[in-house]
């Protein structure tokens, strides 16, 4: 596929480029490709308006709001689908798919990019299993095309792909091939455990394995550690991003997660007095806003000042070293639940869930006034039901001393209902753990 000369160039230049702006950019970095990406996206309709570029016109820019993008996505393309090189999709697990082309210029910058960061983390005699989708969405072909990049031995598997593997392939080809990395959803990763625990197969299974990455739904640190003391391996929140965007956080050798500083401009919107402000290579932190992007190395769909509608905190002095500052990724303000008047994000559940009990799964039961709240946790198959009680309990009291909520039950269940499990390329993993009825029991 790169066989032509500009291909070979293009690859050049992106891995040049990204291993001179590694750390800090040079003070000229910015204003030179945003002056560059500017021009490009004034060939898309939604742009056109644009006059010459200068800083300042960058920051008087209205913000792309993601709700604009959604609803007319090809209105701020330069290529059709049909003329990109590679056409892709949202998963439509939030709503509508959203149409997104790619050019060559797409592909080779975001994959030099995530290739040269994860290269800190993975070995040289990996062996990687990807557990991820290949059809429509991105994901899939990103983690093929990083392997390619660092000549890491690669399969692909996605449990779900009806007639083609299925979970009993899943469980020869891991058996044959002996994976040291494997690229998964959270989701994806607990249905993987409670199948491997339930066939009492765990054991032989991470054997040869070194390390679990997390993609394509937020998780937080005590999910992490409890599926690293499951499966004996380490596990990292590999990257952050979206389809719209491309990449734009990676992990780090320390568990951390960089932004990516050469491949995105970032901005924050505290929604103080300030208003959005830069956020440099090396700011300081704790700070927390909504995250806002203008991608630097999009050509199919530049985007300029992009509201991502996503909550994050930055911060700065990982152990890893690196100067780039981290992100934790809160998710977005709609998901939060206001429940007995305690307001409540899936990821304020799910820390508190794996925190303190062993469990694969969490189901949240309201009712449509938000006056009931019930917590429904998974057993792990095999574990021992004599601590259920103690960890139920510990649940209880962790909610009520940090959100002063007060759940009317929580109970272990045998199985929750598989969307739970089955990884954002069919449904939104977050929004498919919360469930309204109608009454209260």
């Not at 000369?5 to 970095?29: C, I, M, S, Y």
Request: with cysteine; proline share 7%.
């Amino acid at each position: 596929m790169w066989h032509q000369q500009r291909h070979v160039d293009l690859w050049r230049t992106a891995v040049e480029e990204t291993a001179a702006v590694a750390g800090v950019p040079a003070d000229d970095f910015y204003t030179r490709k945003l002056g560059a990406l500017w021009s490009r996206a004034r060939a898309a309709p939604a742009y056109r308006h644009l006059g010459p570029f200068s800083p300042e016109a960058f920051a008087a820019l209205p913000l792309t709001r993601r709700e604009d993008l959604k609803a007319r996505p090809l209105h701020f393309a330069t290529v059709a689908p049909g003329g990109a090189l590679r056409y892709y999709e949202t998963t439509g697990s939030t709503g509508r798919p959203t149409p997104t082309p790619r050019l060559a210029e797409d592909v080779v910058w975001n994959t030099v990019a995530v290739a040269e960061a994860w290269r800190s983390v993975l070995d040289d005699d990996e062996r990687v299993l990807s557990l991820l989708p290949s059809d429509v969405v991105p994901v899939g072909d990103l983690v093929a095309q990083v392997a390619d990049y660092l000549d890491l031995s690669h399969l692909r598997g996605y449990p779900f792909a009806s007639g083609i593997t299925g979970w009993d392939r899943i469980v020869e080809l891991w058996r044959a091939y002996r994976p040291t990395t494997v690229f998964l959803a959270p989701g994806v990763a607990l249905e993987w455990t409670r199948l491997a625990a339930g066939r009492g197969t765990l054991p032989g299974l991470r054997a040869d394995l070194r390390r679990l990455m997390l993609l394509g739904e937020v998780n937080t640190p005590p999910f992490r550690d409890r599926l690293g003391r499951w499966w004996e391996a380490a596990v990292h929140d590999a990257s952050y991003g979206s389809t719209e965007t491309g990449t734009l956080a990676t992990t780090c050798p320390a568990g951390g997660q960089h932004l990516l500083t050469g491949s995105a401009y970032v901005e924050l919107d505290t929604g103080g007095p300030h208003g959005v402000v830069p956020v440099g290579p090396a700011s300081g932190g704790p700070r927390t806003g909504q995250l806002v992007v203008t991608p630097l190395n999009a050509h199919a769909r530049p985007l300029l000042r992009l509201a991502t509608g996503d909550v994050v905190t930055l911060g700065r002095d990982c152990p890893c070293g690196r100067s780039a500052p981290t992100v934790t990724v809160h998710g977005r303000e709609s998901d939060t639940l206001r429940l007995q008047g305690a307001a409540l994000t899936p990821r304020d559940v799910e820390g508190l869930v794996f925190a303190h009990a062993e469990a694969t799964g969490y189901l949240v039961e309201v009712d449509e006034a938000g006056t009931y709240a019930g917590l429904l946790l998974e057993r792990l198959p095999g574990a021992g039901r004599e601590g259920e009680p103690a960890a139920a309990e510990a649940v209880r009291a962790a909610t009520k001393e940090r959100f002063g909520l007060s759940w009317d039950r929580v109970v272990f269940v045998n199985a929750l209902p598989r969307l739970t499990k089955s990884g954002a390329s069919q449904k939104s993993w977050k929004r498919s753990n919360i469930r309204v009825l109608e009454t209260a029991p």
